[in-house]
């Protein structure tokens, strides 16, 4: 035995970062193993003593291995890394459950590494597979030859199990755990056979282990109070578990502790509690002798002297908080209830089938097992409505009544006899595998939500596969008493749980086979779900469960949670216990073990409503469930963005056994519509494996050509109709858009003319293979998917846009930055700019100068320094680290302004941020004005103080001591803050007006005052101008008011709201202020003047002395019901000139109609332009040429330009490869 110690020594490696470790702790161990022999009545043998002497060490040793295995998590680091490997993230997974104390820790350096290393330990006890038989026999191999005398007494297997009772507490008792060992054995040891009572040496062991008291074993209180005012010192901590001792009697041994905190003042109350509950379970067993403590107590542990005075613990009502958490008040969704109903049950069968398989290839005992869930609902003989689940799966005994299924929390799956039983499965090969789908342990508090009353009938399946006693158990709300009776010694496996329902609370009509109909999309085991004669609903065993197809269409936005799936099916699955993928005709979902979930952070294939998969229902189970789901399990928590868009793409594979004449073309543009993402797997996926997608006979999916369905509308010459799908879109598509798809398909008769015209389409050149999520972006990312889909946006996006796009696209930003220049549409600054960027529209589409070609004003590097948020020094290091010239004196300059009133224009507390004057600009006179009012100093010290800076500063024309008027007077418009006018500006007539409104003063005093100060003030100018005349003068809703000399744009000229005489009266009054207007009235107004002349002001790029194009007199004329040349004569008239008098000879109004795609409005959308699109289908559709079509159309009045230039111009931004 010397030897065995010497060698444990030898192998342990004691941590030197780990603030929790106690190298002290096996002795103290080893102390309390001496203290509970020394009765007489154990007549412990020889091997039994060397057991107990031993386990210490072995226990030390071996967890000390097992962290060093797993040290690469870094626990001392809280901060989640990039890249992290499988262990660190299940680490990092175990920790969110304990998200306030991380971010506690997060904040204190000194605290997060001694957080970090306790929740290392709390991980690597409750979450990792702590004591298998594999990883014992390892060391008992490492061990060597020195352990060869004790013979079967270090057996792996029962070892593993002694080292896994030591941290169970009371659940060493547990008649499974106990059931590993064998109650009374002969092994071979020392040279001979000898006894070791294995159950007893583990209860005897368990004690002492819990009477040593390791730091990193006490409750959570302690951890809790590391990260706060006033946290435990952990040195301080084990300073004291080496100084506390166990006294009073043998009857009554009482801790004594002399604590430094208070936390661990009740840590060692609690601790100790719950060890005494560990005594009391073993004497309960009756394989120890009475001579064990009958109690143990914490009477000793108290305050150090001096060390804190006095502290209160928050406390909550527990009975009130179970109340709120499972009543009303809280949780609005009591459908959670049959969920978890549900789950269990799930569990239950799968242990079972894992155990029977188990027991079946060892030959045990040889069993086949077909799981069953039934649901019930109905009334009993009393009366009483309820809900009933009935499995027969592995059932529950006393021990687990007693504790999972009353422990809110627990789980079965972190129970050591579980796990140790599992290790036995897995070392099958190939191993028997049991993934739990339990994740928090609250589903029977979750129950309480519908009932006020459960009652339990169970019968346990033992790990031999024997039934046990039938046990039945009534509780009746949380926190409740309950006692279990015995109905029957022997009984079948498998549970039932009656939830009798709330009065008052679940509703008459409340279905529970509606709610699994709902969110069940498929059943692991034959499910059935009935509500008396009324309705039976049936799950076939991993199936996915299809609606009627009829029935889908009455379906409400309030069923958009459930399950939806109908039409065909073609099922794939990654392996027996992997994923499931269903691809389905109509409908699709996201399940989680057969359970309708949501993403709680949308991305990719799942980035839209709901769970965003349309055309495919997707089982996330076994290896392939997410880690992290919600409470209520509802929603993952994982990103499933990447690796669902993997697995469905691997499942595409489902499509090839599917015959030629598969109709796939309108399901594919449903799975568009949903999810462009999705679209974009299936569409690649297909293509690849050769297979076409079409509608009515069109192929727009293909090897060739790529996924667009769009292709149908543009390609086949096909116009939508009314309301349609994502073959078809309102309006024309862009120029290099429209050729780019014409030359994908290679279709000369639409290629043929367009050559003729220019013969450079005929340049072979390599070609962008389309993406389905090309033409989401190219119809403008419509997030919201309306109903009708249309070319008129195109793909413009502002900043704030791009990031939802870019994750309902599953595109980075950088991703999604390169597939728009790709498509044709390049940002408008250049990269690198930390500026919000913005897209232009496809009219406005021309290059950019580069905007870091010239150096950074102050003005820009303040504007800089405001988005980023950052010191100046990182704004101009990070801008020139991009390319942009930052000179060293503007810098400076910045920062003498910042601490020099006097030299910004705004402070750093002004809504627009600290902007310092310009020393390259004259100062304004308005900044001169306004600093002589705030230092209370005259404008010519101001003047003064800002030359002695190097700044031309003028003050001529303002007074010494200027009020606030003048402040009025030198400030442009608009803003929140003043933005001054600079020196020698122009003034419009509106600018004096609008001036004279906010000084309240004469219109005719300001002018003379702004003269006065050298600006450029309109001339003539009434003396007997009103402020209220600026509503009259053009530009005064729009933007800055218009110069006399500019044209006026009818829009200003003409109001909706004015009658004829006004509009006369208008124009004179516009000629007093200098505006020339080319407008003559006629004495008398014709019947239709003034109509004509209000619906001028609609088109608004027409102003006085432009050209009125003649389509203008289109739908005049047909509202009116005279001819369009009537129209002209009128506007010739008021000398408006007209593109020409009357339509162009063999034109008909019906025709010049239908060429100017007037609209059943009236409206002529010229500002859309004549695209090639347009151009080319008109032709067609008239059997002319596009050169006959442009002529028209410029006869007409309309700007078309050289149909070679456009298609020219459009090759050049032609997605290619």
Not at 798 to 826: C, M, N
Not at 1081 to 1098: M, Q, S
Not at 1185 to 1197: K, N, W
Request: hydrophobic share 40%; charged share 25%.
């Amino acid at each position: 035995m010397t030897a065995v110690v010497t060698r444990l020594a030898a192998l342990r490696r004691e941590p030197t970062a780990d603030p929790w470790h106690d190298p002290e702790a096996p002795l103290r161990f080893l102390e309390h193993v001496e203290r509970l022999t020394e009765p007489e009545g154990l007549g412990l043998s020889p091997a039994e003593g060397a057991l107990l002497v031993l386990l210490p060490f072995l226990h030390r040793v071996h967890y000390l291995r097992r962290a060093a295995a797993v040290a690469g998590v870094e626990p001392w680091s809280l901060a989640v890394p990039a890249g992290a490997g499988p262990a660190r993230r299940r680490f990092e997974v175990f920790a969110e459950g304990h998200e306030a104390l991380v971010r506690r820790a997060r904040r204190d350096a000194e605290a997060e590494p001694v957080v970090g290393w306790w929740l290392f330990h709390r991980w690597l006890t409750r979450d990792q597979e702590f004591a298998e038989p594999e990883s014992v026999g390892e060391l008992l191999a490492e061990l060597g030859e020195c352990v060869a005398p004790l013979g079967g007494t270090l057996d792996a297997g029962r070892l593993a199990a002694l080292l896994h009772g030591l941290r169970r507490g009371p659940d060493v008792c547990h008649p499974e755990h106990l059931h590993q060992l064998p109650d009374d054995e002969r092994v071979r040891s020392g040279g001979g056979a000898q006894r070791v009572r294995f159950r007893r040496l583990a209860l005897l062991a368990t004690l002492a282990h819990g009477m040593a008291v390791e730091p990193a074993g006490l409750p959570d209180i302690v951890a809790e109070h590391v990260a706060v005012p006033y946290p435990v010192d952990v040195a301080g901590l084990r300073r004291v578990l080496a100084g506390a001792t166990w006294g009073g009697t043998t009857e009554l041994p009482v801790l004594r502790a002399e604590c430094h905190h208070e936390a661990v003042v009740e840590a060692l109350r609690a601790y100790t509690a719950r060890l005494d509950e560990l005594l009391h379970a073993i004497r309960a067993t009756g394989l120890l002798p009475p001579s064990l403590p009958a109690r143990l107590s914490s009477s000793g542990v108290l305050p150090g002297r001096g060390v804190f005075e006095g502290y209160a613990r928050f406390r909550s009502d527990d009975r009130r908080f179970l109340s709120l958490a499972v009543g009303v008040e809280l949780y609005k969704d009591r459908d959670l209830a049959v969920r978890e109903l549900y789950q269990n049950a799930l569990d239950a069968c799968r242990y079972r089938r894992a155990r029977s398989e188990y027991l079946d290839r060892t030959g045990a005992l040889p069993t086949a097992y077909e799981g069953r869930i039934r649901f019930t609902q109905g009334e009993d003989e009393d009366g009483r409505r309820y809900v009933e689940c009935e499995d027969n799966g592995v059932g529950m005994g006393e021990a687990e009544l007693r504790g999972v299924f009353s422990h809110a929390g627990a789980r079965f799956a972190e129970q050591a006899e579980f796990r140790l039983e599992r290790a036995r499965w897995e070392a099958l090969d190939p191993p028997v595998r049991l993934y739990p789908n339990s994740r928090f342990g609250i589903g029977v508090l979750s129950y309480f939500m519908l009932a006020e009353e459960i009652r339990v009938t169970t019968c346990r399946m033992s790990a031999e596969g024997v039934p046990g006693p039938v046990l039945r158990a009534s509780v009746c709300g949380p926190e409740h008493l309950f006692r279990i009776v015995r109905e029957a010694d022997k009984g079948t496996p498998g549970t039932k749980v009656r939830l009798y329902l709330r009065e008052g609370v679940v509703a008459e009509e409340w279905s529970c086979v509606k709610v699994l109909e709902g969110v069940l999309g498929i059943a692991e085991f034959g499910t059935v779900a009935e509500e008396g004669r009324r309705r039976r609903v049936e799950w076939e065993a991993g199936r996915v469960r299809s609606a009627d197809r009829a029935a889908r269409r009455y379906e409400s936005e309030d069923d958009a949670s459930r399950i939806h799936s109908a039409g065909w099916t073609l099922p794939w699955s990654a392996g027996a216990e992997g994923a499931q993928v269903v691809w389905c005709q109509e409908g699709g979902a996201l399940l989680v073990d057969g359970l309708v979930v949501a993403p709680a952070r949308p991305s990719g294939v799942l980035a839209q409503d709901g769970s965003g998969l349309q055309g495919v229902v997707v089982n996330l189970r076994g290896p392939d469930a997410p880690e992290r789901l919600s409470v209520d399990r509802q929603h993952v928590l994982d990103e499933l963005g990447s690796s669902l868009a993997e697995l469905l793409t691997r499942a595409v594979t489902a499509f090839a056994g599917t015959p030629p004449g598969f109709r796939l073309g309108s399901w594919f543009c449903d799975v568009l519509q949903a999810s462009p993402a999705l679209a974009d797997v299936v569409g690649d996926a297909l293509v690849s494996m050769g297979r076409e997608l079409s509608s009515g006979g069109f192929v727009f999916g293909s090897a060739a050509t790529g996924t667009f369905p769009l292709d149908v509308s543009l390609v086949s010459g096909r116009r939508p109709g009314g309301h349609h799908d994502m073959t078809r879109a309102t309006g024309y598509a862009p120029d290099h858009i429209y050729l780019w798809r014409l030359l994908a398909h290679g279709r000369e008769e639409l290629l043929g003319p367009l050559a003729e015209l220019c013969p450079d389409i005929r340049t072979e050149r390599p070609l962008r293979r389309a993406r389905a999520t090309d033409q989401w972006l190219l119809l403008g990312a419509d997030v919201d998917r309306r109903a009708v889909i249309s070319w008129s946006r195109g793909a413009v996006f502002r900043d704030e846009e791009l990031g939802s796009i870019a994750r309902v696209a599953g595109l980075s930003r950088d991703a999604l930055d390169s597939r728009l220049r790709a498509l044709g549409y390049p940002w408008d600054r250049a990269p690198g700019d930390p500026l919000p960027r913005q897209r232009r529209p496809e009219r406005e589409f021309k290059p950019r100068p580069d905007p870091r070609a010239r150096p950074v004003s102050v003005g820009a590097l303040a504007e800089f320094v405001r988005r980023r948020r950052l010191p100046v020094d990182a704004v101009a290091a990070e801008l020139r680290g991009t390319g942009w010239d930052v000179p060293a004196k503007v810098v400076e300059w910045y920062r003498k302004a910042g601490s020099e009133p006097l030299l910004r224009l705004y402070s750093p507390e002004s809504s627009v941020g600290m902007v310092p004057l310009d020393p390259e600009h004259k100062v304004p006179p308005g900044h001169i004005a306004a600093m002589s009012l705030a230092l209370d100093l005259p404008t010519s010290e101001i003047c003064r103080r800002l030359t002695a800076f190097g700044l031309d500063a003028d003050g001529s024309g303002l007074p010494e001591r200027p009020d606030k008027s003048w402040l009025k007077l030198l400030q442009l418009r608009g803003g929140k803050e003043p933005h001054w006018l600079p020196w020698g500006a122009s003034l419009s007539p509106g600018d004096v007006l609008f001036r004279a409104f906010s000084a309240s003063l004469r219109p005719i005093e300001v002018w003379r005052r702004l003269r006065s100060l050298g600006f450029a003030v309109p001339s003539p100018f009434p003396d007997d101008a009103d402020p209220d005349d600026r509503f009259l003068l053009p530009g005064h809703s729009t933007g800055p008011a218009k110069p006399p000399a500019d044209p006026i744009a009818y829009r200003d000229l003409f109001s909706h709201q004015s009658s004829w005489e006004q509009k006369r009266e208008r124009v004179a009054k516009l000629r007093s202020y200098g505006f020339v207007v080319p407008v003559e009235f006629p004495a008398e107004p014709g019947p239709f003047d003034d109509h004509i002349l209000t619906e001028l002001r609609d088109e608004r790029r027409l102003r006085t002395g432009d050209v009125v194009p003649f389509h203008f007199a289109l739908p005049l004329a047909r509202d009116l019901n005279i001819s369009p040349a009537e129209v002209a004569a009128v506007l010739v008239r008021y000398r408006i000139p007209v593109s020409r008098t009357s339509l162009p000879d063999g034109m008909t109004f019906r025709d010049a109609a239908e060429l100017a795609r007037m609209h059943s409005t009236g409206r002529v959308r010229e500002e859309e332009g004549f695209p090639l699109h347009y151009l080319q289908e008109t032709a067609l559709r008239q059997h002319r040429t596009i050169p006959d079509v442009v002529a028209d159309l410029r006869a007409l009045g309309f700007t078309v330009p050289d149909p070679a230039d456009t298609i020219r111009a459009a090759l050049a931004r032609v997605p290619s490869a």
